[in-house]
């Protein structure tokens, strides 16, 4: 039956960790929600087998850190929430991500952006987005 789920919810459960095949199973999930939590680093397979990933919401959590390969299979990835954090490295290619529509990363110690390309984008495009995340946050 899980196998099915195309969002799930773990939003304000105080969850510290996370180990890296916790969503293995979950093929199908198109929305993971973890806001709100005690998050303090995410395994880089956390997201490996969700490929139909579309969002996923981070913010709020105690992030220092997003790791290169987080996000390496999820080429349907078009809105990443990451704001609230304690974000100090980021190694992210996001230009890599093609659907990529949504970046909030506002309040975190490297950096204070958030870009909406389909409505407003602070730095008027993804690309300076990456531009900047790549020199505040490498």
């Given amino acids: 039956i899980l196998k099915n789920l195309q969002w799930i919810s773990l939003f304000g459960n105080k969850i510290e960790d996370l180990e890296g ?8 999930v198109v929305k993971i929600l973890l806001a709100s939590n005690q998050l303090k680093n995410l395994h880089h397979d956390l997201f490996k087998n969700n490929v139909k990933l579309e969002e996923v919401w981070l913010q709020d959590n105690q992030l220092e850190v997003l790791s ?3 996000f390496r299979n ?5 809105t990443v929430y990451a704001a609230g954090n ?4 980021i190694n992210i290619n996001f230009l890599s991500l093609p659907n990529l529509r949504i970046i909030d990363l506002t309040g975190n ?5 958030w870009c909406d390309v389909t409505d407003f984008c602070a730095t ?7 531009s900047k995340i790549t020199t505040k946050c490498s």
């Fill in 21 to 28: 095949d916790t969503f293995a199973d979950l093929t199908k």
């Fill in 68 to 70: 290169r390969q987080i």
């Fill in 74 to 78: 999820n080429f349907e990835l078009k």
């Fill in 86 to 89: 304690k974000l100090k490295k």
């Fill in 109 to 113: 110690i490297c950096i204070n952006e």
């Fill in 124 to 130: 008027s495009s993804i690309q300076q987005m990456q």
